[in-house]
């Protein structure tokens, strides 16, 4: 019983770390870049839902309605305009941009909220449904269907709609997506805008299952890497499962080891199965370059000596 | 640039980091004529088509379409405003199918109405001889489709000028042959087409100018028989006795 009881924990668990790499794997997927404020977008997603709690009174779930397009909004605006011309120079630039965004954004929200720990609550905060036996906590029960919703939804969106198409152009090949007429830029600005928009249902989930500080982004970002490399980048599908595996390792290892055998597992894939998490990134970051989104001269040159 | 020109090229410059291939590339081509590129590898070709289509900055020079000067537009601009392009090494988006493929050219490179925008994705899809595998992966298309796939997405982004880089390479005499019937059919669809392509034979039967580079810049241009006939492209193209 405790084994089927940690396997169900496992579960309910992972809809929150999938949620938590879910923008990190567009973010990586679709514009090539380690966004190093991801961790900071998601614990912003948590302040404005337990601003927006406080203040309008309202249910954390519903604060959504609110926090999702914020995020959005602040994701695009913070791409189009900082990230997307430091990109122009070259990856390392933009990752200095993104290193920059992170410590701003923290401090930002250290001088307004404090230091104090945070958590969001509800109501139904404590109950459990009992379930042949088990005793399923209703909150997890609820956040495994916001983020398995939230999954769903950006799949339909990048499979059904125009700008879904052109994201997933972009994706597989920015230079001969900008030549059928997509524009690249703006089509990072909307992936990243999304990306953001994510880290407000993964701030929601973070904030109603654990307690958290304005220092908690970093956190949050080392659970979306290894959401990423397990679940493969931009692979929406990928990432539901990883979190579901970082789950139930979570859940069948306990506290104390959970943690440990995840970075153990994340390191034996990176060892055993570097292929799909980088060398795919690398292939489609020379893409990117050719682009000219980033400027990478060197690979150009080995592109125009092996077309000539 | 003289009326009937619809690209020009004025005194182009343009390399990757310090090296310099186009050195002072001069050219025009008329509307409504496919414009054969020709030269020993190495000569710019490529890196012309890459300037055209703006992946790669001149650091000199001007280039002009339709009298517009075009030379700091952004690829997807230049996308929009009519000049579309093929590959050597075909470039599909290989996570989508053949039909989302064209679509998406319809959609982003034409800017029309969704409806328009199937129409003209499926009217393209036939014209191409891919519409009976829209629904396929176009990652599980073969080199030949692969080709043609390119062609439909760059057909269906509305283009005036059509840029074809070496669609022969890599086929059989048999796909090469059905490849030149679609290419040859694009004259009559009124395109412009600027066309590289190392099966010289192949291509003379369809083009009404060549022009042949060597070391970054234009050494002649004209009628093609005149061309392949000229002393220059013995020795510099084909290997003088």
């Known amino acids: ?308 | 640039m003289r009326s009937g020109e619809i690209i020009s090229f004025d005194d182009i410059k343009a390399g990757y980091g310090r090296s310099r291939i186009l050195k002072g590339l001069s050219f025009s081509v008329r509307e409504g004529e496919v414009f054969g590129v020709i030269g020993p590898n190495g000569c710019g070709k490529s890196t012309m088509l890459n300037v055209l289509t703006g992946t790669l900055c001149p650091s000199s020079g001007r280039l002009f379409y339709r009298e517009k000067e075009i030379s700091g537009l952004p690829s997807y601009k230049r996308c929009r405003l009519g000049i579309g392009r093929t590959w050597q090494i075909p470039r599909p988006f290989t996570g989508m199918t053949v039909y989302d493929n064209v679509l998406t050219g319809a959609v982003h490179g034409a800017g029309e109405s969704v409806k328009q925008s199937r129409e003209k994705a499926e009217k393209v899809l036939k014209e191409t001889g891919l519409a009976d595998k829209s629904r396929i992966p176009s990652g599980e298309l073969t080199l030949l489709d692969r080709k043609r796939l390119e062609l439909a997405r760059a057909m269906a982004s509305g283009p005036e000028v059509l840029l074809l880089d070496e669609v022969a390479a890599g086929l059989t005499e048999a796909e090469t042959k059905e490849i030149m019937a679609l290419v040859g059919g694009l004259r009559e669809r009124k395109y412009t087409v600027i066309w590289i392509e190392h099966n010289i034979e192949t291509m003379l039967k369809a083009t009404d100018r060549l022009m042949c580079m060597a070391d970054g810049r234009n050494v002649i241009c004209g009628d093609p028989g005149e061309v392949m006939g000229s002393e220059i492209v013995e020795e510099l193209y084909l290997g003088k006795d």
């Open chain 1, 1 to 308: 019983m405790y084994i089927l009881q940690a396997i169900v924990n496992g579960i309910l668990l992972g809809g929150t770390y999938a949620i938590l790499g879910l923008g990190m794997s567009l973010s990586l997927g679709i514009v090539r870049l380690t966004n190093l404020a991801h961790g900071e977008y998601i614990v912003l997603g948590a302040y404005t839902s337990m601003l927006l709690q406080a203040w309008l009174g309202i249910d954390p779930f519903l604060s959504l309605v609110i926090s999702v397009p914020f995020l959005f909004l602040a994701g695009y605006l913070i791409q189009r305009f900082l990230v997307n011309k430091a990109m122009k120079n070259g990856e390392e630039p933009a990752l200095l941009v993104t290193f920059g965004i992170s410590v701003i954004l923290k401090d930002a929200m250290l001088l307004v909220f404090g230091a104090d720990a945070r958590h969001l609550s509800a109501d139904y905060g404590n109950v459990t449904v009992n379930l042949a036996g088990l005793g399923i906590p209703l909150l997890n029960i609820l956040l495994l269907i916001l983020s398995g919703t939230s999954i769903l939804l950006l799949h339909l969106f990048l499979q059904r709609t125009y700008t879904g198409r052109a994201i997933r152009a972009v994706s597989d090949d920015a230079g001969a997506a900008s030549l059928s007429g997509i524009n690249v830029g703006n089509t990072f600005s909307i992936a990243a805008g999304i990306a953001a928009a994510t880290a407000a249902a993964a701030g929601l989930c973070a904030g109603m299952k654990w307690t958290w500080y304005p220092s908690s982004g970093g956190r949050y970002l080392l659970i979306a890497f290894v959401i990423v490399v397990i679940g493969g980048l931009g692979n929406v599908g990928g990432t539901f499962a990883a979190g579901m595996v970082f789950g139930l390792i979570q859940a069948v290892g306990g506290a104390s080891y959970g943690m440990l055998i995840s970075y153990v597992f994340l390191i034996l894939i990176l060892t055993l199965h570097p292929h799909e998490a980088f060398l795919r990134f690398s292939d489609k970051r020379r893409k990117t370059c050719e682009e000219g989104i980033m400027q990478e001269p060197s690979v150009a040159r080995e592109d125009q000596n092996a077309s000539e």
